[in-house]
């Protein structure tokens, strides 16, 4: 698991830019530099999906928690979640394919990559 701590602002669609934020440790294990070359890059984001399920106030800061939910042969799903004043406030799953810019086509997650996204795996009776 990664944490991220940000500071709330009072635009709903902020969320989306925190748990996006959030995922740049998980991309640092393909590309530790975060170079977004068409030549380095391999992963593109496919689906994201976000819940509210409570209330995020202002004057506190949010804990963006982020985890591996699933790992496949050439795209894994990413799940996140934020905490504020030790409440959920807001879950959300990104879908992203490990992909060849170049020659436009989805390639195999290498097992390296693999194993290092395994050991930030979340069991699914952990989510709440």
Not at 40 to 66: C, N, P, S
Not at 72 to 86: I, R
Request: glycine share 2%.
């Amino acid at each position: 698991m990664f944490t991220t701590t940000v500071t709330p602002s009072f635009f709903f669609f902020v969320l989306a830019r925190w748990f996006e934020m959030a995922r740049n440790p998980i991309f640092r294990i393909f590309e530790p530099d975060l170079n977004l070359s068409h030549s380095v890059w391999t992963l593109i984001m496919a689906r994201t999906e976000y819940d509210f399920v409570g209330e995020l106030f202002f004057q506190y800061d949010v804990e963006i928690r982020t985890f591996i939910e699933r790992i496949g042969t050439k795209s894994f799903t990413v799940y996140q979640e934020a905490w504020q004043e030790n409440r959920l406030c807001a879950k959300g799953k990104a879908v992203v394919v490990h992909f060849n810019f170049e020659q436009k086509e989805t390639t195999p997650i290498p097992e390296d990559k693999k194993a290092k996204l395994t050991a930030h795996l979340i069991s699914e009776s952990s989510q709440k």
